[in-house]
């Protein structure tokens, strides 16, 4: 039996041919955005960025939502802010909603992830699933309802949203560090070992859910990839985390934008034009203060969430810009992320 944080419940099982259905609705801008982890100011930016387009988008948050929101008044903003829009679950959400502690935090963790950081993902959540947030009935019937993967129409295109994988909720084979042509050093970093996931997995992956474009999170590391098979081009892309530090250095979040307008969005940090779909990452430019003092107040040092966050909060991660844009996308001139 897995230990709690590295169990995958049946539940979170599906196939690519899942997404190959009819789409939710359709739209000319869509934003998709992962990992809010349960930051209100992150919200608070990604609704002024939506606010900003010339044309209303529609907005796809695609789970994780809550996570380091202990704090009920943070928990009821996140909630309220992200009802108004389209979602599906995450595996914190799930970790909420299933009744089974046994599943921890419900990430699902391969082997090459430390048994410290587990742990104390569990312990987050175990806090979390013990405050009142998530007591509220309506919020709890909410959560449970959401989709566990969602296919979008963007123009003519097709868009498929998950939170893992094309195969699992909580799934890492989007991971940076699992995908060819392999970045050296995201392997290094994360200690990864195998299985890769390589260019024909994702084209095919592509092909049996009818999708131009795949977006992930759950895995926490942004990145776009183009994909070329059978005389056509999909683009995967990693939204990362919208309410943490992705870059190397920096505080910003990022989302992911996908427009029929092939215009290239000015705050754009790196994107790519199919035929007829443009897709850029966008940065998160939230609050950082009044986060990493909301984060202290609720994780001060010592926690479980201090351990395992503050130094991503506070200094960012490794990864840069130029990492994150992988085969067939291409660096924005303002790609500075400060
Ligand atoms: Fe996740």
């Known amino acids: ?77 996140v909630e309220a802010g992200v009802r108004p829009h389209h979602a599906v679950q995450g595996n914190v959400e799930y970790a909420l909603v299933a009744g089974d502690d046994s599943v921890g935090c419900g990430c699902d963790y391969p082997d090459y992830v430390p048994d410290a950081i587990v742990t104390n993902s569990n312990l987050v959540v175990e806090r979390l699933r013990a405050s009142s947030g998530p007591a509220d009935t309506g919020v709890r019937d909410r959560l449970a309802a959401l989709p566990r993967h969602l296919t979008v129409a963007v123009g003519d295109r097709r868009v498929g949203i998950v939170h893992g994988d094309p195969e699992s909720l909580a799934g890492w084979r989007l991971a940076l560090e699992a995908l060819d042509p392999p970045d050296e050093e995201a392997r290094a970093r994360t200690g990864f070992t195998g299985p890769t996931t390589t260019a024909d997995q994702v084209a095919d992956w592509c092909r049996r859910a009818g999708v131009d474009a795949l977006c992930c999170t759950h895995t926490g590391l942004p990145y776009a990839q183009v994909v ?21 250095g920096s505080h910003v979040g990022v989302v992911t934008r ?29 609050d950082h203060d009044r ?48």
């Open 291 to 338: 986060w990493w003092a909301d984060f202290l107040r609720s994780w001060p040092s010592g926690s479980p969430a201090h351990d395992n966050y503050a130094t991503r909060i506070q200094d960012g991660t490794w990864l840069t810009v130029e990492h994150a844009a992988r085969d067939g996308v291409t660096l924005s001139r303002r790609s500075g992320c400060r």
């Open 1 to 77: 039996m897995p230990a709690p944080g590295r169990v995958c419940p049946v539940a979170y099982r599906y196939r690519p041919e899942d997404l190959a259905e009819p789409p939710a609705f359709a739209c000319t801008t869509l934003h998709v955005v992962g990992g809010l982890y349960g930051n209100p100011y992150a919200l608070d930016a990604v609704l002024a960025r939506a606010a900003a387009e010339p044309v209303p988008p529609e907005i796809v948050f695609n789970g994780d939502l809550h996570y380091l929101d202990v704090d009920a008044d943070r928990f009821r903003a």
């Open 228 to 248: 070329p098979h059978a005389g056509r081009r999909s683009v995967v892309v990693n939204n990362g985390c919208a309410g943490l530090p992705n870059f190397a």
């Open 258 to 286: 996908l427009s029929a307008d092939p215009q290239p969005p000015d705050d754009s940090l790196y994107g790519s034009t199919l035929d007829g779909l443009r897709v850029d990452a966008l940065p998160v430019r939230y």
